[in-house]
């Protein structure tokens, strides 16, 4: 049995080891890695506007955060939506709608409360001032969102 | 303590990689190019990442205050502003009661006993819970706990890395809780999540369907048994079947009220009171509904003493 377990565990490893190989190989060039960037920023932007709409329900209205967050970042929000536009755009025709749904989906159905509201708008209101730095956003970003819904599609399992 | 931080920004995190990167790491790997920039108002600074190590998860307000006087712009002024807001208007003792009242709950609170089963406790609030207070922003903002560095390491590359990751984590684990549950990549046929009316804020006071009862039939003990066969066959027939009945009725009476505790304890995890209130207002207004169960099947249970004295006479034409 023990034999067994350690060949187990190696053959799991193996596994894994093909499996960080196979990512690696998928998101390695720039332009792959950045479109991944840039659906984290559609997600994460998504993500704050369904608990925006959830927090105002429980009577925790961080929308002016959230609008300001927008706002401020503008400009990086935007530059995400226009890439991945194009992505889908050249190469999956409508694929842009589908995609979006299917991001509104994922976070349409949470659940919230007041006390996360509160942590929400905290987070929203640190990246909504204009003072604060440019490498927040995408940080926080890629701390949220760990498996974007576009990283599946870039980069499919066996990939 | 300068220079620690300043070996943590430049060298260990950027070899632990972009995706561990939380908002404290991030503020490691600024500090780098814009260490001299920045050092006029000491946002972004290591002293100002050390402050907040320091402090880490603490409960005391006045260091979160502290920290927002050095740092009124700093990078986690926000959440530190939350945190001192958590702990100046929601008082250490706002949940007592809600204690005290599960713990000396009353015996209208206790549920139904049962002959066969120990008793359940209902959810054991006979006195309402304290609601947390419009301004408040709860006592679950403690998961706030912004860097959680128990004890307040010392910075070095690895301390900074952990609380960096400990700040990812949250900011990770608070994302999934607005994830929808068990949600697909497939597009929805009907419609879609994002606009359908599925939190649970606006449902959680929906309780489960109270139980079904069966129809318990009356006992009518006759004068007398023509034979001990006779008495068997009511037995089997009548009195049996009602007491199975009574018995059914009971143990559903019991498990709903262990489903409201179920849920009651789910909400207590939360602290959210207004729905622990309502399953409590709810668990009382169903204690008369199980007390009859009850006490039908314990009037069976009785009568069985009564079905076995009722004697046996010969009947006319039995042979």
Same mark, same amino acid.
């Given at each position: $049995?023990?034999? /067994?377990?350690?060949?187990?565990?190696? !053959?799991?490893?193996?596994?894994?080891?093909?499996?960080?190989?196979?990512?690696?190989?998928?998101?390695? %060039?720039?332009?792959? &890695?950045?479109?991944?960037?840039?659906?984290?920023?559609?997600?994460? @932007?998504? *993500?704050? $506007? +369904?608990?925006?709409?959830?927090?105002?329900?429980?009577?925790?209205?961080?929308?002016?955060?959230?609008?300001?967050?927008?706002?401020?970042?503008? #400009?990086?929000?935007? !530059?995400?939506?226009?890439?991945?536009?194009? *992505?889908?755009?050249?190469?999956?025709?409508?694929?842009?709608?589908?995609?979006?749904?299917?991001? +509104?989906?994922?976070?349409?159905? !949470?659940?919230?409360?007041?006390?996360?509201?509160?942590?929400?708008?905290?987070?929203?209101?640190?990246?909504?001032?204009?003072?604060? %730095?440019?490498? #927040?956003?995408?940080?926080?970003?890629?701390?949220?969102?760990?498996?974007?819904?576009?990283?599946?599609?870039?980069?499919?399992?066996?990939? | 303590?300068?220079?620690?931080?300043? @070996? &943590?920004?430049?060298?260990?995190?950027?070899?632990?990689?972009?995706?561990?990167?939380?908002?404290?790491?991030? &503020?490691?790997?600024?500090?780098?190019?814009?260490?001299?920039?920045?050092?006029?108002?000491?946002?972004?600074?290591?002293?100002?990442?050390?402050?907040?190590?320091?402090?880490?998860?603490?409960?005391?307000?006045?260091?979160?205050? =502290?920290?927002?006087?050095?740092?009124?712009?700093?990078?986690?002024?926000?959440?530190?502003?939350? /945190?001192?807001?958590?702990?100046?208007?929601?008082?250490?003792?706002?949940?007592?009661?809600?204690?005290?009242?599960?713990?000396? +709950?009353?015996?209208?609170?206790?549920?139904?006993a049962t002959p066969v089963?120990?008793?359940?406790?209902?959810?054991?609030?006979?006195?309402?819970?304290?609601?947390?207070?419009?301004?408040?922003?709860?006592? #679950?903002?403690?998961?706030?706990?912004?860097?959680?560095?128990?004890?307040?390491?010392?910075?070095?590359?690895?301390? +900074?890395?952990?609380?960096?990751?400990?700040?990812?984590? $949250?900011?990770? %684990?608070?994302?999934?809780?607005?994830?929808?549950?068990?949600?697909?990549? =497939?597009?929805?046929?009907?419609?879609?999540?994002?606009?359908?009316?599925?939190?649970?804020?606006?449902?959680?006071?929906?309780?489960?369907?109270?139980?079904?009862?069966?129809?318990v039939p009356e006992l009518i003990l006759p004068a007398s048994f023509c034979s001990a066969e006779d008495r068997n066959r009511y037995h089997d027939t009548i009195y049996r079947p009602a007491v199975d009945a009574a018995k059914r009725n009971n143990? &559903?009476?019991?498990?709903?009220?262990?489903?409201?505790?179920?849920?009651?304890?789910?909400?207590?995890?939360?602290?959210?009171?207004?729905?622990?209130?309502?399953? =409590?207002? @709810?668990?009382?207004?169903?204690?008369?509904?199980?007390?009859t169960t009850f006490s039908q099947q314990a009037a069976l249970v009785r009568a069985f003493d009564e079905l076995m004295a009722v004697p046996v006479a010969p009947c006319a034409g039995a042979k």
């Amino acid at each position: $049995m023990r034999g /067994k377990a350690v060949l187990a565990a190696l !053959g799991a490893v193996a596994t894994l080891s093909a499996q960080t190989a196979s990512a690696q190989a998928c998101g390695a %060039d720039s332009g792959t &890695a950045e479109l991944v960037r840039s659906g984290k920023l559609i997600e994460f @932007e998504t *993500l704050m $506007m +369904a608990v925006s709409l959830r927090c105002a329900r429980a009577g925790v209205d961080l929308r002016p955060v959230y609008e300001g967050m927008l706002s401020v970042n503008a #400009a990086r929000f935007n !530059g995400a939506h226009e890439a991945v536009q194009r *992505l889908f755009g050249t190469t999956r025709g409508t694929g842009y709608d589908r995609y979006v749904t299917q991001v +509104a989906n994922r976070y349409g159905g !949470g659940a919230t409360d007041p006390q996360k509201c509160a942590m929400f708008r905290a987070v929203a209101a640190t990246l909504a001032n204009p003072a604060s %730095d440019p490498r #927040a956003l995408p940080a926080v970003a890629d701390a949220m969102i760990a498996a974007p819904v576009l990283r599946d599609m870039l980069c499919p399992a066996g990939r | 303590m300068p220079s620690a931080s300043a @070996e &943590a920004g430049t060298g260990s995190m950027k070899k632990a990689g972009w995706a561990g990167v939380s908002v404290a790491a991030l &503020a490691l790997l600024m500090q780098a190019p814009m260490a001299q920039a920045q050092a006029a108002n000491g946002v972004g600074s290591p002293f100002e990442l050390t402050f907040w190590q320091s402090i880490g998860s603490s409960e005391d307000a006045s260091l979160y205050e =502290a920290y927002l006087q050095q740092y009124p712009q700093g990078t986690f002024a926000a959440l530190a502003r939350a /945190k001192v807001q958590m702990l100046r208007h929601v008082p250490a003792g706002t949940q007592a009661p809600l204690t005290q009242a599960a713990t000396a +709950a009353p015996a209208a609170a206790q549920p139904p006993a049962t002959p066969v089963a120990n008793p359940v406790a209902s959810p054991a609030v006979a006195a309402p819970a304290p609601a947390p207070s419009a301004s408040s922003n709860g006592p #679950a903002l403690a998961m706030a706990s912004p860097v959680g560095v128990p004890g307040g390491l010392p910075v070095s590359a690895a301390a +900074a890395a952990g609380a960096g990751a400990t700040l990812g984590q $949250m900011l990770a %684990d608070l994302a999934h809780t607005q994830e929808t549950p068990a949600a697909g990549t =497939a597009a929805p046929a009907t419609l879609p999540a994002a606009v359908a009316p599925v939190s649970p804020i606006s449902s959680r006071y929906a309780l489960p369907p109270h139980p079904q009862m069966v129809s318990v039939p009356e006992l009518i003990l006759p004068a007398s048994f023509c034979s001990a066969e006779d008495r068997n066959r009511y037995h089997d027939t009548i009195y049996r079947p009602a007491v199975d009945a009574a018995k059914r009725n009971n143990d &559903a009476a019991v498990a709903y009220l262990k489903t409201l505790q179920g849920i009651y304890d789910g909400y207590d995890l939360g602290k959210d009171t207004e729905a622990m209130n309502a399953l =409590a207002a @709810e668990a009382r207004a169903y204690q008369a509904d199980a007390a009859t169960t009850f006490s039908q099947q314990a009037a069976l249970v009785r009568a069985f003493d009564e079905l076995m004295a009722v004697p046996v006479a010969p009947c006319a034409g039995a042979k």
